[in-house]
């Protein structure tokens, strides 16, 4: 089975630059694409990252998305930290036999 | 912009059967363009898909859950379904219903209702 492994927590200083990562098991990551959400405390996810590395109308190009074959891992890079980005960042992708799949969960904290 | 919004009862007795209803407006339901699913969260934890439907009647199911659930649409009313049966506890969670945008290699969420929290409990 196709699986998402994320670190649990991240925590960094405003303006400063953070990468999550994204390792997968069970298949190719490149594969298929990759997406990053958002969670804010109390609200639903949205897209900040889709297909990898684009980034959907109204996202601030301080995030950025890449794929690294060799390591089998997707990465969401936030630049310039601000408080407002603290949140849950879950990464997602498209498994085998019609299977969407999220990853655990990586909890940035901007202090 | 597609708006969702999710409906039905906050509280299911286990054994049960849960019962959810997504309302979509500013878009169809029969669009060629999206697929409509439910996307769950228990209580401080992370997001686990459920199922996900196509306007072609097609559906797909988390092999963990696939026993349990079904998801329905009904184009009259431009609204899709969620059915879970046999709940437990450890079927507590924030339920979402989401669109899927279909592009070329890939679908995702990219549409979410604000959630509604059901609690499994006698």
């Known amino acids: 089975n196709f699986m998402l492994t994320q670190p649990q927590s991240l925590s960094e200083s405003p303006g400063k630059t953070v990468t999550i990562s994204c390792t997968g098991s069970g298949a190719n990551i490149a594969t298929n694409y990759v997406q990053w959400y958002q969670q804010r405390p109390g609200s639903a996810p949205t897209v900040v990252i889709s297909?990898?590395?684009?980034?959907p109308s109204g996202v601030p190009d301080r995030f950025s998305g890449s794929i690294d074959s060799s390591s089998n891992s997707a990465s969401l890079t936030i630049s310039g930290l601000q408080t407002e980005d603290e949140a849950v960042y879950y990464c997602?992708?498209?498994?085998?036999?019609?299977?969407?799949?999220f990853g655990g969960g990586t909890k940035l904290t901007v202090l | 912009q597609l708006q969702l919004h999710e409906s039905g009862p906050g509280l299911v007795k286990p054994s049960e059967t849960l019962s959810l209803t997504c309302t979509v407006s500013g878009g169809s339901i029969t669009s060629d363009s999206y697929f409509w699913g439910w996307v769950r969260q228990p209580p401080g934890k992370g997001l686990e898909w459920i199922g996900t439907v196509y306007y072609t009647g097609n559906t797909f199911y988390n092999p963990s859950l696939k026993s349990r659930v079904a998801v329905s649409e009904d184009t009259s009313k431009n609204q899709f379904s969620l059915r879970l049966t046999s709940v437990t506890a450890a079927d507590t969670a924030i339920y979402y219903c989401v669109s899927l945008i279909a592009v070329p290699g890939t679908t995702y969420f990219d549409n979410w209702g604000r959630g509604t929290l059901v609690t499994v409990s006698s």
């Open positions: 297909q990898d590395d684009q980034r």
């Open positions: 997602q992708s498209y498994g085998n036999n019609n299977f969407w799949v």
